[in-house]
């Protein structure tokens, strides 16, 4: 399995929307609604921010979004604040046993 | 509160053994799958490994499969990862991370996740 596919690195100001592209294949992102998007400050675990292409775990705040069409898997933060300068990684499932996950290559979000 | 902590990392040679650990606790462990899954600087996150709430299904990753082993004690809400033959390739950060499901292979996706154990394999 490759690693999905992300933008190196995208900003905002502060209040403004970012978007995040995830693209993937039909094994994996365009196969399943299986996608999930996790947020990972410095020296920190990866927590969980979108699941199942658009669900929000408890606690997550709603300007955190995600979509997606065919291959491609979207997040998209709306009113940036400076807490959400972190890395974003999305994940899919790709089924099967062995391998079923693929994470993405990650996503600097910079608030300037 | 959701708490998962890993534990066994180091300095190892290669072609020896580690074997990792995650300590458990804040749910019901034998309710959910388990996962490790790992990350390096240069190749991002990897999943490296899973099992269902029973073991009774297991999966590895094809660059780990036939070296590394996982299990679990759910009497002693504990997870493990024993890594034989180590490369310097497998040299990353290891986290514990829990499913949202009972099964590891279901979709996911990986809620909670520990703050890792650092493996260094280096002659």
């Not at chain 1, 993405?104 to 910079?110: A, E, F, L, M, S």
């Not at chain 2, 990753?61 to 504990?78: C, E, L, W, Y």
């Amino acid at each position: 399995q490759s690693a999905l596919t992300q933008p190196p690195s995208a900003s905002g100001s502060p209040g403004q929307s970012v978007t995040i592209s995830c693209t993937g294949t039909s094994s994996d992102i365009g196969g399943y609604k299986y996608v999930s998007w996790y947020q990972q400050h410095p020296g920190k675990a990866p927590k969980l921010m979108i699941y199942e292409v658009s669900q929000r775990p408890s606690g997550v705040p709603d300007r955190f979004s995600g979509s997606k069409s065919g291959n491609t898997a979207s997040l998209t933060v709306s009113g940036l604040q400076a807490e959400d300068e972190a890395d974003y990684y999305c994940s899919s499932y790709a089924g099967g046993n062995n391998s079923p996950y693929v994470f993405g290559t990650g996503t600097k979000v910079t608030v300037l | 509160e959701v708490q998962l902590v890993e534990s066994g990392g180091g300095l190892v040679q290669p072609g020896r053994s580690l074997r990792l650990s995650c300590a458990a606790s804040g749910f019901t462990f034998d309710d959910y799958a388990m996962h490790w899954v790992r990350q390096t600087p240069g190749k991002g996150l990897e999943w490296v490994s899973g099992l269902t709430w029973n073991s009774g299904s297991i999966g590895y990753a094809d660059s780990v499969k036939g070296r590394f082993t996982i299990s679990r004690d759910n009497a002693k809400n504990f997870l493990y990862l024993q890594m034989n033959s180590l490369r310097a390739e497998d040299t990353a950060l290891y986290y514990c991370a829990r499913d949202k499901n009972p099964a590891y292979n279901y979709g996911g996706p990986q809620d909670y996740w520990g703050q890792g154990t650092l493996v260094t394999v280096s002659s």
